[in-house]
């Protein structure tokens, strides 16, 4: 049975409010979190993005969930860094945390005036610094020249077992090159034959038998309208699609791609509806997929009452479906 997360989205609310939600998930019944970890909001508007890792270890003091954070290696953060904070988080609190390592987005990475490549390149990179966490959390003494560089890294405080790194992939290209290196798979949903094609390209690069993690991006509302409204005033910035989210270099740029999108394009990309029932069938569907983990990313501003619906009406239901 899969566990289902609250998805703590650092860019939407302040890290306090965040602590107090993940404090209510936990006792409406929810079984896990996730943090988001960025630079800047997607927009203006948002007007928050605290630092996650500071947030994770506050976050899992306060309750007993288990918690997954995603993370770009090799630009705002050097491999051995990230390598550290995982074992900390992971010594902390034993088999409790989860890192899942991605290729970067632009607006987050961008402030360190690095060149911003190809995703080619951002895959290699990605691959490199993998390896240096990897080989640190292991205990090892990393010396490293290449893309990255690391000169006799060594952590002094290491967790009795090391914490799941997980890869972060969207496509089904760079599902397959994660499969080869990763613990585990972190995707997001989509129409479930392309999430049926990413999985598979995961398991043939390697992941046959490894978890998955999937990112749920919904918005619920007492009516249709609400919810739907909702969703396109928050999130409409991030339905660019493609390699452009990727791309872009600062949350101006996302409002600019955000005035192309209309109401009704909201549900390519989101599931939006008032009905939790509707909501419960749609998890069910991505549960039969095979994923170990569902994390669940209300984008609109009503947090509170989406805590309390889904742990009285979705939580249980999905719970007796699949047993």
Same mark, same amino acid.
């Given at each position: ?7 703590? #989205?650092? =860019?939407q609310?302040?890290? #306090? ?8 998930? =936990? ?6 979190? *996730? +943090? #988001? ?8 508007a948002?007007?928050?993005?605290g630092?996650?890792? +500071?947030?994770?270890g506050?976050? *899992?003091?306060?309750?007993a969930?288990?918690?997954g ?15 550290q904070?995982a074992?900390?988080?992971?010594? *902390?609190?034993?088999?409790r ?22 995703k080619? =390149? /951002?895959?290699? /990179? ?47 290209a ?14 997001v ?10 999985v598979?390209?995961f ?7 490894k ?8 918005n619920?509302?007492? +009516?249709?309208e609400?919810a ?6 928050q999130?409409?910035c991030?339905l ?22 209309r109401?009704?394009? *909201? ?5 939006i ?10 998890? #069910? ?39």
């Amino acid at each position: 049975m899969a566990l289902i997360g609250f998805h703590a #989205s650092h =860019e939407q609310f302040a890290p #306090s409010h965040l602590l107090a939600l993940a404090v209510q998930a =936990e006792a409406a019944g929810f079984q896990a979190l *996730m +943090s #988001s970890d960025h630079f800047k909001p997607w927009t203006e508007a948002q007007g928050q993005s605290g630092f996650a890792w +500071s947030w994770v270890g506050a976050a *899992m003091a306060r309750v007993a969930l288990p918690c997954g954070l995603v993370t770009a290696p090799g630009y705002r953060y050097h491999p051995a860094v990230v390598a550290q904070g995982a074992a900390t988080l992971a010594e *902390m609190f034993p088999n409790r945390f989860w890192l899942a390592l991605g290729s970067g987005e632009r607006i987050n990475e961008d402030v360190t005036g690095l060149p911003w490549p190809e995703k080619a =390149e /951002r895959n290699a /990179r990605l691959r490199e610094c993998a390896d240096i966490i990897r080989a640190l959390l292991a205990g090892e003494t990393v010396t490293h020249r290449g893309r990255v560089t690391a000169i006799d890294a060594k952590l002094y405080t290491l967790p009795r077992k090391p914490p799941l790194l997980l890869g972060a992939a969207v496509t089904e290209a760079t599902a397959g090159l994660v499969g080869g290196w990763a613990d585990g798979l972190l995707t997001v949903h989509a129409e479930p034959p392309h999430l049926k094609r990413v999985v598979a390209a995961f398991r043939r690069g390697g992941g046959e038998g490894k978890p998955m993690v999937l990112q749920v991006g919904l918005n619920w509302d007492e +009516s249709e309208e609400t919810a739907l409204a909702g969703a396109h005033e928050q999130w409409r910035c991030c339905l660019a699609g493609g390699e452009v989210n990727w791309d872009l270099r600062s949350p101006g740029d996302f409002e600019r791609i955000g005035r192309l999108v209309r109401p009704e394009d *909201m549900a390519r990309d989101l599931l939006i509806s008032s009905d939790l029932g509707r909501h419960a069938a749609w998890l #069910s569907d991505y549960i039969e997929l095979g994923f170990s983990e569902i994390h669940l990313h209300q984008v609109g501003r009503n947090q509170e009452a989406f805590i309390e619906a889904f742990g009285k009406s979705v939580l249980p239901q999905i719970t007796r479906d699949v047993r």
